[in-house]
């Protein structure tokens, strides 16, 4: 084990120390940063619940639609705009450390490859959050279907709608994969690029973007106009873009990371 | 897909052999284990901290590295350590450049900076997490250090004061048993017995096969440790880049009271409390002195080009 430590190439036994090393030497920060992810979906979920319920209550829905759950679609809503915001604030701090002179030397001077220890920060900061909050809102959506079933007269529906029933769903699941992976890498290489403030910093880069982006519609919309009526190459053609800018997004990253200096 | 796999494989597995090929003919050639060639940097365009340095580095001593503020000690420390990579020019290990960071490097360069950060854990925690990156660390060693500076292994560090933080990581530092150890202003923050028993480890941790580069203005701390001694002038060029066997050959160190009469072959001198702290060119009759590193920084300072001739003359 201590020999293949020095070899040059990706080792995987040597990532996985990274990763080790990185998890329980910031135990206490990851654990408020996962606790937080958790109060912030339970909050939102009973603040969405109780709103849902009680309008459902006063406009005594119970014989029109007993079996629509009025709060399903909020809370998708919801927690979609929450996953993609959790995404990006994780992703903006995936290179915090490189902020302090002495964190970049922490960093830069740890035996690994520079690919080791990327993929651990990416991991980490980036891919664990997501994860952790798609499982926090299924088990906290669980709860709240168990509950809602055992004390209200409707069939409460579970909130992560399941994929496999059409194609439609499919798609649009790929799509909203797409683009937060997109998001995540964008965060991820304004972070590499300038640790500090990285998340303020990509949202202002969005908003010009955004702007630039509306300006253009606004103005060339027209070019546009035959995408209506081809909408499943529209369709794959966004999906295209997406994944490669996320593509293009990480390699830059990746490189920018390698490259860096004290 | 398993083809692609074989053909990378195939790829690395010649690149580090040509890597290792290359390391050991340097190996067979010299015992220099640090090269810079010819380096040149700066932070800013055309502000060069060094032009076209040269400096060698043998495997086993001890380097003191002087200099006055902003003359580049830890930017040397920085680039010799790959952190850094130089605008021109090349800094190798065992003729590998340290700018690729290639863990085979890394694993055998350890820096102590400065300011430095540690994780809140134990020291404990933090050895066991980080001691698997270098082959040759020893538990024994550390557990030793860390007796001999009153620090215990099972409290969390978040805890412990500047100077006890430094304490800590110079032990685990030492404990690495890296080729190359690099300390930037090492003794900064411990108080009287740790600067002590810093210069106890240092001494007592020292082999043929490793290096270990000071860079600090605490001279009187690293005084007596020293090897080897390069003292940075202007544009980061070397005034003094020679063995303490050499400079000890060369010149003589004396305190004279005063009204005593000057020698003859006095270059530099400087009052002091009663007398006069002089430097003068040894001669075949005159006894061997202790290097006094204040006045040669002094003298480096005020008659760059002299001090120069004279270690150069053999």
Not at chain 1, 105 to 113: D, E, F, K, Y
Not at chain 2, 170 to 198: M, Q, R, W
Not at chain 2, 275 to 302: F, H, Q
Request: charged share 15%; aromatic share 10%; glycine share 6%.
């Amino acid at each position: 084990m201590r020999n293949n430590i020095t070899q040059d190439k990706f080792l995987w036994s040597r990532l996985w120390m990274h990763i080790k090393r990185e998890i329980l030497s910031n135990m206490k920060q990851i654990r408020w940063q996962l606790a937080l992810i958790v109060g912030v979906v339970l909050i939102s979920e009973i603040l969405i619940c109780s709103n849902a319920y009680d309008n459902w209550k006063q406009n005594d829905y119970f014989y029109n639609s007993a079996f629509q759950d009025p709060a399903q679609l909020p809370i998708l809503l919801a927690m979609v705009a929450l996953g993609l915001f959790i995404v990006a604030i994780a992703a903006s701090m995936t290179f915090s450390s490189l902020r302090t002179k002495a964190g970049k030397i922490n960093q830069l001077m740890s035996v690994g490859t520079s690919a080791e220890k990327f993929w651990t920060r990416v991991l980490i900061y980036g891919v664990a959050p997501a994860l952790f909050f798609l499982t926090s809102v299924c088990i906290i959506d669980l709860i709240r279907c168990v509950l809602v079933d055992s004390i209200m007269p409707i069939k409460a529906q579970f909130v992560i709608i399941n994929p496999f029933i059409d194609e439609t769903r499919v798609k649009a699941i790929l799509l909203f994969c797409s683009f937060t992976a997109c998001v995540s890498s964008f965060f991820t290489t304004v972070s590499v690029y300038s640790p500090k403030h990285a998340f303020l910093k990509g949202v202002c880069i969005i908003i010009a973007l955004q702007t630039l982006g509306s300006w253009f519609l606004f103005r060339y919309g027209n070019i546009l106009r035959p995408w209506e009526y081809h909408l499943d190459l529209a369709y794959w053609t966004a999906l295209g873009v997406l994944t490669a800018i996320a593509v293009v997004l990480s390699v830059v990253s990746y490189i920018k990371y390698k490259e860096t200096e004290l | 897909m398993t083809d692609m796999y074989d053909f990378f494989n195939f790829i690395l597995q010649i690149r580090n052999f040509v890597i290792h090929l290359q390391c050991s003919i340097t190996l067979i050639h010299n015992n220099n284990m640090i090269e810079i060639k010819n380096l040149s940097f700066g932070y800013l365009k055309g502000h060069w901290v060094f032009n076209d340095l040269n400096l060698t580095v043998e495997q086993g001593g001890i380097y003191g590295l002087l200099g006055p503020n902003g003359q580049g000690k830890s930017t040397l420390l920085y680039l010799i350590s790959g952190l850094l990579r130089p605008n021109e020019g090349e800094v190798t290990m065992n003729g590998t450049s340290t700018g690729l960071r290639l863990p085979s490097i890394l694993s055998k360069i350890f820096i102590v900076p400065e300011e430095f950060t540690l994780p809140a854990i134990t020291m404990k925690e933090y050895c066991q997490l980080n001691a698997p990156f270098y082959p040759k660390f020893s538990f024994d060693e550390l557990s030793e250090n860390l007796k001999a500076f009153g620090l215990d292994t099972d409290i969390n560090m978040a805890s412990f004061s500047m100077g006890q933080k430094k304490k800590a990581f110079l032990s685990f530092a030492l404990a690495c048993n890296t080729e190359i150890l690099l300390l930037d202003e090492p003794t900064n923050g411990l108080d009287v017995t740790g600067k002590a028993d810093f210069r106890r480890f240092i001494a007592s941790h020292m082999n043929d096969n490793r290096t270990i580069i000071i860079s600090t203005h605490q001279i009187h701390d690293v005084e007596k440790l020293l090897d080897h001694i390069i003292i940075l002038g202007k544009n980061g060029l070397p005034v003094i880049d020679s063995p303490v066997s050499l400079i000890a050959n060369k010149l003589c160190f004396e305190m004279i009271a005063n009204g005593a009469t000057p020698s003859q072959n006095e270059i530099f001198s400087k009052p002091t409390f009663g007398g006069n702290n002089i430097v003068s060119i040894r001669t075949d009759e005159s006894p061997e002195t202790e290097i006094n590193l204040e006045m040669l920084y002094e003298l480096a300072a005020e008659k760059p080009s002299e001090i120069k001739q004279i270690l150069l003359n053999n």
